[in-house]
């Protein structure tokens, strides 16, 4: 009589089984995108920067205690000035 008893259906062992497999997965992905964020901070510094009107020039690149104050104060004041000023509204 045992045998014709109608058994529950018990998920948790394939809910754990399931999440085991998700958060091996999602390990993975977050190793891969560390070690290719260690390559990308280990390459060469890129050359070429483009200007406003899309022409690109050479630079060479300089530590961040060689550049002057008013160059700091520059770049600020600019990129404060586009970002205030901004309207969501394009112009017609």
Same mark, same amino acid.
Do not use: C, H
């Given at each position: ?11 948790? #062992? ?31 510094? #890129? ?13 060479? #690149? ?27 509204? #394009?112009?017609?």
């Amino acid at each position: 009589m045992r045998l014709l008893e109608k058994r529950e259906l018990n998920l948790t #062992p394939i809910f754990l089984i399931g999440n085991v497999i998700i958060l091996t997965l999602t390990l993975l992905i977050q190793l891969i995108n560390f070690f290719s964020l260690g390559n990308i901070a280990n390459s060469k510094v #890129p050359t070429l920067v483009e200007l406003s009107d899309g022409e690109s020039i050479r630079v060479s #690149p300089i530590r961040s205690e060689e550049r002057s104050a008013e160059a700091i104060t520059y770049f600020v004041g600019q990129t404060m000035t586009g970002l205030l000023s901004w309207n969501a509204v #394009p112009p017609k």
